[in-house]
């Protein structure tokens, strides 16, 4: 249940002893003790204690001390500090355009918080309420009061109203009073969600402050725009945390009622005060921004709470989505319009239609070689750019339907395409990608961004690529020999210690990027080569550059992204990461590669997010009405969020590609929020998807107008969905329906290839097949699968609502000869035995699995 702020109810246990006359009042009930002494400078909170198992215990070192920020003049926008990289450069450096923008915002005195003048105060006077205490103070430039009282549902958790009336006209905010602090050397984790996560304090803020590489030494204040939960954290070695969470609909709405307010700045998030104690503090309004400028007279008020949590920061951060934003709520909402199956019906059509999926063949090398048209940014690019995304999809949807279209028509020339990328001269960068793209008027290969070859680039554009189609051609010696060629230069490529460097120039061959660390899952190339060619230097470099990894990024929070135009900024990569290490414990069952694997996807749940609460208001889209659940941001992830992330102006993406690892995940582990941020990523998202071609938007900002200048995401699509169903299905049967898994896609995230080998159903062998013209529903909540075994058909039918549903199926042409000869729910016990007619309806529980048998 959403907590109502607006409502509050008394604490169960609130004692108040007259202040005036002891000097000390106290706030407690069974879970939480809080006390405050009138001393000179005011009431001093001087003890914060929680019941853990029976005992009051210290938690952290209180303060109590209020701040709010004036200003007479509107704050400059412009930066005033210069920082720089660990090797000496400006960062982010003058060729990285989209960043420099992003980044000045991001360095003004406002967001540093040195803009205006910090004022200070204990309050002066104290008094009970009905439902807790009230203090009080004032100076010469406004007055400030605030309400605290211990809330009755979560009995940690501290509610607290603020109001400031002005007394002169300017700019104000607000700072949450600081409740307590943690020493530095108490600190086992902090994070500000979207942004960073971290157990240590980062001495460069470049590194801290991009790229989340330990904690920034600076009390940085972050917008809600990449914020993925309202919530600060940090957490001391005590094993006790601290968070700070705004009441919801405080921060900006996205899309507040006809176009996008996405770049509002309401709402500012820290993981320390104004004097840069570790405190999770907020800032309401932001200094300059909307509702900061008050008239004397005029007053402002908000509201926020404290939470003290016996537990990691997992665990607060759950409190936060769950209790407070409503997460499980705002899921119960979505439906859909059209099944995720039938999407991937008909994005095989776009696909193949050379036209809508701007498929080209160009001669290359005594080659032809086919692609995709990429219009987005590419150096060097004159809108001919040409690339291929999900090569394990595209060999895969051909298993699947036998289609000429893709296996006489694309396959041949997306395979040329591939040969063509690789450079097989010998020399330093042999085996290696030539580039991500292929320039059709200058006839050249080139990388994203710069002249530069990524070991990661290896291991995506070679080896996953590769590899993905060894598994449906592995007799197909020349794609061997070109993986062997790709797993030698990662193996001479790798340090001493196991980890790769970021890049090389492409001309001197000299490591770049010195500034940064491969914080990436480079190392599942050689795992993937392990598993292709069977030998065992190849598994035991991998284990080497994940146990790097895992002690490097996975303990300290550190991920680096993928996406060389934005500098490599945090981002999908680190959910990859994840399902990397669960592969590489798949193989060699070592039980610290599926425990970094488990801290990897916690990690990734602070890239979703989780506000505002999505309701059933309405809403106008480029003059169409919507229901406010149907464009929630609440859900999805980012490209790369953090301060100069895509996510600041385009807002998160519709490529739900950790949607199906989250379902792993929740097998895995049983946390419930894994398989909330799977559906609530996968399922109702209809308002980005074009109608035409079923082919979803990427970013949320364009809402609903198709795949654009990225007609290859579509492959990504086709990609992700089929792995988020086949996943479901294994977990809502209890793996009595499994199919083996291949290889993670490149870049975008941690789905998997399906069909290269048959699977299980229950007990029995089946080889997936393709559902068109073999089933539909009357329901566009009910998911259908299909597996072809010894002289029947299985379909796998499930229900993507929470709620039972009723659906009717309908066979086609395929199956036309075949009759449902029994019924099986999840684990496969038969519900029927009887032959059934088509056309009858089908029960299904909330979140449930049934499966026809056909003969």
Same mark, same amino acid.
């Given at each position: ?59 952290? @070192?209180?303060? $109590? ?30 060729? *990285? ?6 980044? %000045? ?64 006209? $300017? ?55 990449? %914020? ?28 507040? @009622? ?17 004097? $840069? ?96 048209? *990429? ?62 793209? *292929?320039?059709?008027?200058?006839? @050249? ?15 995506? *554009? ?10 449906? &051609? ?6 061997? &020999? ?15 210690? $196991? ?33 292709? +060619? ?21 303990? /300290? ?8 135009? %934005? ?16 592969? +590489? ?15 990897? %996807?916690?990690?990734?749940? =602070? ?22 659940? &149907? ?35 929740? =097998? ?24 035409? /071609? ?12 198709? =795949? ?36 993670? /896609? ?45 002289? @029947? ?48 309806? +089908? ?11 056909? &003969?």
């Amino acid at each position: 249940m959403i907590k109502k702020f607006a409502a509050l109810i008394s604490c169960l246990l609130v004692c108040g002893v007259l202040g005036a006359q002891t000097g000390t009042m106290l706030l407690q009930n069974r879970s939480l003790k809080l006390g405050w002494t009138r001393t000179a400078a005011g009431w001093t909170l001087t003890s914060v204690q929680l019941n853990r198992t029976g005992k009051w215990a210290a938690a952290g @070192k209180p303060s $109590g001390q209020h701040l709010f920020i004036y200003t007479a003049k509107k704050p400059a926008l412009k930066p005033d500090t210069v920082f720089k990289t660990i090797t000496g450069e400006v960062f982010p450096g003058e060729n *990285y355009h989209y960043q420099l923008e992003q980044w %000045a915002l991001s360095t003004s005195p406002v967001a540093l918080n040195t803009a205006g003048t910090a004022y200070w105060s204990y309050p002066l006077t104290g008094e009970r309420t009905s439902s807790g205490i009230r203090f009080s103070s004032e100076n010469e430039v406004a007055e400030l009061t605030t309400e605290w009282s211990l809330d009755s549902l979560y009995p940690t958790d501290i509610v607290v109203r603020q109001t400031l009336r002005a007394k002169r006209s $300017g700019y104000f905010s607000c700072a949450s009073p600081t409740l307590t602090t943690i020493p530095e050397t108490e600190l086992s984790w902090a994070t500000v969600p979207g942004y960073f996560q971290g157990n240590y304090l980062q001495k460069n803020f470049a590194l801290a402050y991009a790229y989340g590489h330990g904690i920034p030494a600076l009390p940085a204040v972050y917008p809600e725009r990449c %914020a993925s939960t309202l919530s600060p954290i940090v957490s001391n070695r005590a094993g006790l945390s601290f968070s700070v969470i705004p009441r919801p609909g405080l921060g900006r709405d996205p899309w507040e @009622k006809d176009r996008s307010t996405q770049g509002d700045w309401l709402l500012g998030l820290s993981h320390m005060n104004r004097k $840069g104690a570790l405190s999770p503090t907020l800032y309401y309004p932001v200094l300059g921004e909307k509702g900061s400028k008050l008239e004397e007279g005029q007053t402002l008020s908000f509201q926020f709470r404290y939470s003290i949590t016996d537990g990691d920061w997992f665990k607060a951060l759950n409190h936060a989505i769950y209790d407070v934003y409503g997460f499980k709520e705002s899921l119960a909402l979505r439906k859909n319009r059209q099944s995720l199956s039938r999407r991937v019906e008909r994005m095989h059509s776009y696909l193949t239609d050379p036209a809508t999926s701007m498929w080209n063949v160009e001669d290359f090398e005594n080659r032809k070689i086919g692609a995709q048209s *990429y219009l987005g940014g590419v150096v060097g690019s004159q809108r001919d750019a040409m690339k291929n995304s999900d090569y394990g999809a595209m060999w895969m949807l051909a298993s699947l339907t036998s289609d000429p279209k893709l296996t006489r028509d694309r396959l041949p020339y997306a395979l040329n395409f591939k040969l063509a990328q690789q450079q097989t001269e010998p020399g330093f960068f042999e085996g290696a990608a030539v580039g991500q793209y *292929y320039l059709a008027k200058s006839k @050249k290969f080139v990388e994203e961004w710069g002249e530069v070859v990524e070991p990661i680039g290896l291991t995506y *554009y070679t080896m996953l690529d590769v590899g993905n189609m060894l598994l449906f &051609e592995p007799g197909n010696k020349v794609l061997r &020999e070109r993986l062997r060629m790709g797993a030698s230069s990662l193996l001479r490529w790798q340090k001493a210690d $196991g980890s790769w460097p970021v890049a090389f120039d492409r001309h001197t061959e000299k490591e770049v990027f010195k500034d940064l660390e491969d914080l990436r899952p480079t190392f599942y190339g050689l795992l993937v080569a392990y598993r292709i +060619l069977g030998d065992a230097r190849y598994l035991q470099a991998a284990k080497k550059g994940a146990d790097w990894l895992i002690q490097n990024a996975v303990r /300290t929070g550190s991920f680096l992204g993928v996406c060389g135009d %934005a500098r490599y900024a945090p981002d999908f990569a680190t959910a990859q990461t994840a399902q990397c290490l669960l592969d +590489l414990y798949d193989v060699a069952r070592e039980k610290k590669y599926l425990e970094a694997a488990v801290a990897t %996807a916690r990690i990734y749940t =602070a890239s979703i997010y989780t506000h505002p609460v999505a309701g059933a208001a309405e809403k106008e889209v480029n003059g169409v009405k919507r229901a406010d659940w &149907e464009i929630s941001q609440s859900g999805l992830s980012f490209e790369h969020g953090g301060i100069f992330g895509s996510a600041n102006r385009e807002g998160p993406i519709l490529l739900c590609s950790h949607a199906p690892l989250f379902i792993r995940m929740f =097998a895995i582990t049983g946390e419930p929020l894994f398989a909330d941020m799977a559906r609530a990523a996968a399922l109702g998202r209809d308002a980005f998807v074009d109608e035409k /071609t079923s082919v979803a938007s990427y970013y949320w900002l364009a809402m609903n107008k198709g =795949a654009g200048p990225y007609p290859h995401h579509a492959w990504w699509q086709v990609g992700w969905i089929t792995d988020y169903l086949l996943s479901e299905a294994e977990l809502r049967s209890a793996k009595t329906i499994t199919f083996p898994r291949g290889f993670v /896609t490149p870049k975008v995230g941690p789905h998997q290839t399906y069909g290269f080998q048959p699977g299980r159903i229950y007990g029995e062998s089946a080889e997936l097949i393709s559902s068109e013209d073999l089933i539909s529903s009357d329901s566009p909540d009910v998911e259908y699968l299909a597996a072809r075994g010894k002289d @029947k058909l299985f379909i796998i039918v499930m229900n993507d609502e929470p709620r039972e549903l009723t659906a009717t199926l309908s066979f086609g042409k395929k199956a036309a000869a075949f009759k449902i000869v029994s019924v099986m729910d999840g684990r496969g016990k038969k519900l029927s035995s009887k032959p059934i007619e088509t056309n009858t309806p +089908l029960a299904l529980p909330g979140y449930g699995l049934k499966t026809l048998v056909l &003969e």
